[in-house]
DNA sequence: ACCACTGCCATTCTTACGTCA
DNA sequence: GCTGACGTAAGAATGGCAGTG
């Protein structure tokens, strides 16, 4: 079963979204391929970007007004790296972002820098999709809601006056919203039996239309 | 209480790309 | 087709704030 992401850390939702792709995250955005882009064995040689930053940032840039900061671009190899240890652990410790650093040939700095717009990307990304996922729940919950005030018109009609031997109509239902995760479930009113016997069952119009519809794993707890 | 460190966030700013005249 | 101006998106970098040890 799979479970709606509950931790905003984790950041990566393992749901079906119709009209989102899993794109690489970061590096290539859209398609887009940059002219500069270094070939991914080349050697950085002098003269290049990162080692024009290396050399140039110790001299601080920026408000003092003079000079303008030079931004980095990261080669493919870097953004390659940078992304393999990403997948690994959305956070350093000291002694990796070093030893990160060193292999990139980048300031530990730059490192750090990296992995905290990774992990802004990723929650932006993220709530992008939750977003998206609300929206389709809110139109099936509007469309659940529509034919339930139906059914209750059908009721209505009925209790006026039922045509005599005519088929009976199922039970009622409701839906009920659980205050703690938010989770839609449809309660059908079983005729004499207890007031707490129901049958209760996720919204299931709206999980098979949308398959990424999932309760929250706390809900389970 | 103070300090150093770290993560997060909002923002700035550079760069590359697409479009258009 | 080429070119320069302009708008825009992506993302690297910065500064500030809060939490923690």
Known sequence: M?????NSSGLELSIAMPGFSSSPPSGES????????VDI????????????MEEEDEISPNHSGLAPRKKLRLTKEQSRLLEESFRLNHTLNPKQKAALAEQLNLKPRQVEVWFQN??????LKQTEMECEYLKRWFGSL???????QKEVEELR?????????????PPPSTLTMCPRCERVTTTTLVEKGPPTTTTTTTTSAAA?????????ASCYN
């Open 118 to 123: 990774r992990r802004a990307r990723s929650k």
């Open 208 to 216: 098979t239309k949308m398959a990424f519809l999932q309760p929250p």
């Open 41 to 52: 064995n080349q050697v950085p040689s002098s003269g290049t970007e990162e080692e024009c």
């Open 30 to 37: 859209g398609g887009i391929i940059m002219k500069a882009a």
């Open 157 to 169: 009609a009925m209790k006026v006056g039922p045509p005599h031997g005519r088929h009976p109509l």
């Open 2 to 6: 799979e479970n709606f992401p509950n």
């Open 142 to 148: 509007t469309e659940q809601n529509r034919k339930l």
